[in-house]
């Protein structure tokens, strides 16, 4: 106990443990919400993480619309749940892989291949 005001050092309180699977959940809706549009048919993103020693490290599973500039979605997607986890889980997030599961044709692609036929 630390003096006068009878209260408990920082130091001595403990600490706060964000289970792996909690901060996944964090980075699969942070990815959900940075993809441009998001195809009707398609799964919602999915993240897998290892945390040690307050550093993260994520790996997410995401389908895109086609055609769309997949480096540009990723590169977004990437920051985006870097600095959520950041943000929320207090960790930081020197790598964050992102797999291109399946590309689904968006409504103009499928007509537009109709009249090419």
Do not use: F, N, W
């Amino acid at each position: 106990m630390s003096g006068v005001s009878g209260r408990i050092a920082a130091a001595e309180r403990g600490e706060t443990r964000i289970a792996d699977r909690v901060v996944a959940k964090i980075a699969a809706q942070a990815a959900k919400e940075a993809i441009d549009e998001p195809p009707k048919e398609g799964a919602a993103p999915r993240a897998t993480v290892t945390v040690h020693r307050g550093t993260a490290r994520v790996r997410v599973s995401l389908e895109l619309g086609y055609p769309c500039d997949i480096g540009r979605q990723c590169g977004g997607v990437r920051r985006h749940v870097a600095g959520r986890v950041k943000a929320l889980a207090g960790m930081e997030v020197p790598e964050v892989a992102v797999q291109v599961e399946r590309l689904h044709p968006t409504g103009a692609s499928i007509a537009a291949q109709g009249r090419i036929r």
